[in-house]
Structure formats: structure tokens, C-alpha cells
């Protein structure tokens, strides 16, 4: 079962930028899809963006073009956040999954950081 532990988040001010990480405990991480989800208060959890065992990645369409996601080749994940948005502010938390196609349905994923807060 893979843990995982989110850490980057903060306040910043419009227009600023944010690296996320994400460190999986599971030595088979590499095999799993990843992504990052975000919740606002009172709003539903969002998918923001999800990278395959093989490096491809989906954006949603909010975050196309300011945030990247990546992975290196050990156990942890990235998100890089630039432009940030008053709208970005959100608990954002990494996840993991072992069914394939990947996608940024939450349902498809079975293990979840504790969040980390971003504040715009």
C-alpha cells in the first residue's frame, strides 16, 4: 500500500509561483498513475492533472499552460504552479492508483497525501 506526503504549499500572491512535492513510500511507485487533485471549501474535489507510468500527462483546462506536473525516477512527484490564481486557492493533495488508463477521477485512486494548503 503506498503512502503518500505532500509538502510546498503556502501563500503567495497573484501572479506567483509554487512547487509541490509529493514523496511515495512504495518502492513500486513508478508503475502507478499519479496526479494531483484540489479542494476549495465548499466545493467539490477537482481533478487538476495526472502524468502515466510512462510520462504522459492531461491538464485540466484551468491550469493548462501555468502548471506542470512531473515525476522523477525514485518516489516523488511535482507539481509546479506558476501564474497563480486568486481561483488556485485550495487544499491540494497528490494521489495514486493502479488502474490504468489514468485519468482525474478520484474514484480511480486508492491512496491520498493529507493535503497541503495553497492560498492565492
Known amino acids: 500500500h503506498v503512502q503518500l506526503v505532500e509538502s510546498g504549499g503556502g501563500s503567495v500572491e497573484a501572479g506567483g509561483s509554487l512547487r509541490l512535492s509529493c514523496v511515495a513510500s512504495?518502492?513500486?511507485?513508478?508503475?502507478?498513475?499519479m496526479a494531483w487533485f484540489r479542494q476549495a471549501p465548499g466545493k467539490e474535489r477537482e481533478g487538476v492533472t495526472t502524468i502515466t507510468p510512462f510520462g504522459l500527462k492531461r491538464y485540466a483546462d484551468s491550469v493548462k499552460g501555468r502548471f506542470t506536473i512531473s515525476r522523477d525516477n525514485k518516489n516523488t512527484l511535482f507539481l509546479q504552479m506558476n501564474s497563480l490564481k486568486p481561483e488556485d486557492t485550495a487544499m491540494y493533495y497528490c494521489?495514486?492508483?493502479?488502474?490504468?488508463?489514468?485519468?482525474?477521477?478520484?474514484?480511480?485512486?486508492?491512496?491520498w497525501g493529507q493535503g497541503t494548503q495553497v492560498t492565492v
Open positions: 512504495s518502492h513500486t511507485y513508478s508503475r502507478y498513475c
Open positions: 494521489a495514486a492508483g493502479s488502474s490504468m488508463p489514468c485519468t482525474v477521477v478520484a474514484g480511480q485512486y486508492n491512496a
